[in-house]
């Protein structure tokens, strides 16, 4: 048995390849980024030709996994929470299906939005699809789980959810391996093909069945080694406490809780430990890293006082959670904190130096001066910093690809000169079927798509954009190819670029306009490695 330090998410990776995965799908989202680069630095991975190339967007990737389950092997999909959104009809979906190999979907939340639009729960998914979903409280349990949670979905024939926060995910600790290996699954069929056919009559089918195993997956979670029950004389309170959060209960007591306490890894919620608790406690805390899942259902519509949590003010209801935040709902007595150092000073995110979208920035705000009303709808990516000082360019960001779509419905309201300005990556995300529309109705907008050949946000890794594919996807689309320009955002090029977005501006139809220019950060590794 060997010992390694790991990150949460390395150690769900490295447990998925000990136990036969043949298959990681994913698109690069954080916190959730380092699973798929643990596979694609693997030497076993890539003895062993797993697939590990990252997808164009979380649906895809999903439905990649699904694919791999199809066909019998182990799969694992990986996205960040927000891109369960953008998976969510074949995730719901895959429950109504079920799965044949086994199928692990892990989504890392993202708590107090360290690089992200929202705070979502990935558990009201799970709850939503009626699908299992574990929870790890530690990196070593992010890896036992792991082969578990195969077995599980295996066992019951469909996906399991996979749910991790961003300090789970991104902290290290020692992880003891397992001396068993298990072998990739052979290659089968479905042993009944027809249940993937979502025809109506056959989707009330499955839909009764998965109905039906709910009673199973309560069952498995009543037994599960996750989950376990810590009796303690003081019934004042009694503690549920979820994944992660389990840790901070316990630094918050100095591993000497003096109540009874719920650990909670796995659902739906075990039942007999659930009412036991009720039962011999006067009130409950509950305490979940992220939304208020489980105190909201354990609340219910008539807001029963005996529950605590985020939801009744105890805990804040934003934000991470933390040992301190738990001694003060507590009222234990609370260490100093020693002041801020007056050699501190706030330094907010910026474009990197020599960053090509500070060129196309700096091109676009200065044809925008001969157009009032223009406004930019920006997306995600390095560049919606564009919104930050000195740019102030961008007057939205919504999600992936809304861009493209805002900008068109801004122009549908009748605002002149609307702008989009989305990065290649996400273009080929979800950008795509937004001009799309704008090219079927020659609406009155200007794309700009800021090419760095990258996904720069998270890393650096591939775009499905790079190499100059995306001249070739516009025109595929149907933009006229007289409206297609290339521009190279540097400094020298300033007054051309300014020229070629103006006339953009003007035209009475769509416009797209390329700003080609690699990353610095890429070009540095690439320089460095030559």
Request: charged fraction near 20%; glycine fraction near 6%.
């Amino acid at each position: 048995m060997s010992i390694r330090l790991l990150l949460g998410d390395e150690a769900l990776a490295q447990a998925a390849l000990d136990a036969g995965v043949s298959g990681c799908y994913a698109y690069p989202g954080t916190p959730s980024t380092e699973i798929m680069e643990y596979f694609q630095s693997s030497p076993e991975a890539a003895r062993r030709n797993v697939q590990r190339s990252w997808s164009s967007n979380e649906k895809v990737a999903m439905e990649e996994a699904l694919g791999m389950s199809y066909a019998g092997k182990r799969s694992l999909v990986c996205m960040k929470h927000v891109g369960l959104n953008v998976a969510a009809d074949a995730f719901v979906n895959s429950a109504i299906t079920g799965s044949h190999g086994g199928l692990l979907v892990a989504v890392a939340d993202d708590p107090s939005m360290h690089s992200s639009q929202n705070e979502q729960d990935s558990r009201f998914y799970a709850q939503f699809a009626m699908l299992p979903c574990l929870e790890p409280s530690s990196q070593q349990e992010a890896y036992d789980m792991v082969s578990y949670a195969f077995e599980l979905s295996e066992s019951q024939r469909v996906p399991v959810l996979f749910r991790l926060t961003t300090r789970l995910s991104h902290s290290r600790a020692n992880v003891r391996l397992s001396r068993e290996k298990s072998p990739e699954r052979e290659l089968s069929e479905p042993e009944d093909a027809r249940r993937f056919i979502l025809l109506p009559g056959i989707a009330r089918q499955n839909y009764a069945r998965l109905c039906d195993q709910q009673a199973d997956f309560a069952a498995a979670s009543a037994s599960s080694p996750f989950n376990c029950y810590i009796d303690a004389d003081d019934k004042r309170y009694g503690i549920i406490c979820c994944g992660l959060a389990y840790n901070y209960v316990q630094e918050a007591f100095a591993e000497q809780c003096p109540y009874p306490l719920l650990k909670v890894c796995q659902y739906p919620l075990p039942q007999a430990e659930l009412q036991k608790l009720f039962k011999e406690c006067e009130q409950i805390m509950v305490v979940e890293e992220g939304m208020p899942f489980i105190e909201q259902q354990l609340r219910g519509p008539l807001a029963n006082p005996r529950i605590k949590g985020r939801l009744s003010g105890d805990l804040p209801r934003v934000g991470e959670l933390n040992p301190r935040l738990l001694s003060q709902a507590f009222k234990l007595p609370l260490a100093q904190i020693a002041p801020e150092s007056e050699l501190l000073r706030q330094r907010p995110p910026r474009l990197c130096d020599g960053c090509p979208h500070t060129n196309t920035y700096e091109a676009l705000n200065e044809a925008r001066q001969q157009f009032p009303q223009a406004k930019v709808f920006g997306d995600i990516g390095c560049y919606t910093l564009g919104a930050l000082p000195p740019h102030k360019a961008i007057a939205s960001c919504l999600d992936m690809g809304a861009s493209i779509s805002m900008a068109k419905g801004a122009a549908d309201a009748g605002l002149q000169q609307a702008i989009a300005v989305i990065g290649d990556s996400t273009f080929t995300h979800s950008g795509m079927t937004g001009l799309l529309d704008a090219v079927w109705q020659d609406s009155p907008i200007t794309v700009i798509i800021v090419d760095n050949d990258t996904t720069g946000m998270t890393g650096g890794q591939d775009s499905m954009g790079s190499g100059g594919r995306l001249d070739d996807i516009c025109k595929g689309i149907g933009v006229n190819p007289e409206q297609l320009k290339v521009i190279v955002p540097l400094p020298k090029n300033h007054r051309e670029n300014v020229q070629t977005i103006t006339e953009a501006l003007a035209h009475q139809g769509l416009s797209v306009i390329i700003a080609r220019r690699e990353c610095v950060q890429t070009l540095r590794k690439k320089v460095k490695r030559a």
